[in-house]
């Protein structure tokens, strides 16, 4: 397990004690596309970091899903309620494709948090980095306009173009179909 989480990127700045002490508390899992990984209204006990393929987390509205996030090779997923507060979540985490993770259970995430500083204070920047990014996300949906969102999407993630269903795009931007399809229309 050593090796193999070496050589994905989240783990880079850990030294190599760091790191075998976390391949002891990992675990490789593979899901096939369409697994609900993470369930809304459920507490979570797994932290996991995707290897290979993309997900996403969405929230049940009124007769909808509503995608909030995106996650490719190197991402990291988990419920947020749980994670931070032992709590049931308020997301659902569906796998889009077949996917590789590596899965670590919180109560030896968190034992190893109380053991060794340099584990916690890399725990502490995932959690900081994700609360950026959903800042970000929220700022960006107040004041820019669909197309630039979309334009936006396109820049930072060219492959989820390719990759994802398009009904997951225009929920995460915060349009319909139809709206997707006409900006996409301009933007070729």
Not at 10 to 15: A, D, E, S, V, Y
Not at 66 to 85: D, E, K, M, P, R
């Amino acid at each position: 397990m050593y090796s193999q989480l070496k050589n994905i990127d989240i783990f880079k700045p850990l030294t190599n004690e760091a790191l075998e002490r976390l391949a002891a508390v990992s675990r490789q899992v593979e899901h096939p596309k369409g697994t609900i990984l993470i369930h809304a209204d459920k507490t979570e006990p797994y932290f996991y970091i995707l290897e290979n393929g993309i997900a996403r987390a969405y929230s049940d509205g009124e007769n909808q899903q509503i995608t909030f996030w995106f996650g490719q090779n190197g991402a990291v997923l988990f419920s947020f309620n749980s994670y931070i507060n032992n709590g049931p979540g308020y997301e659902n985490i569906e796998l889009l494709e077949h996917c590789s993770l590596i899965q670590i259970k919180l109560t030896d995430l968190f034992l190893l948090y109380d053991q060794h500083l340099e584990i916690a204070n890399w725990g502490r920047k995932i959690a900081e980095q994700e609360l950026i990014a959903t800042e970000r996300r929220l700022i960006d949906r107040a004041f820019k306009g669909a197309a630039e969102r979309y334009q936006d999407f396109v820049d930072q993630s060219p492959e989820l173009i390719k990759r994802v269903a398009l009904k997951h795009i225009a929920s995460y931007l915060g349009v319909t179909q139809v709206t997707l399809s006409r900006i996409r229309a301009t933007h070729k």
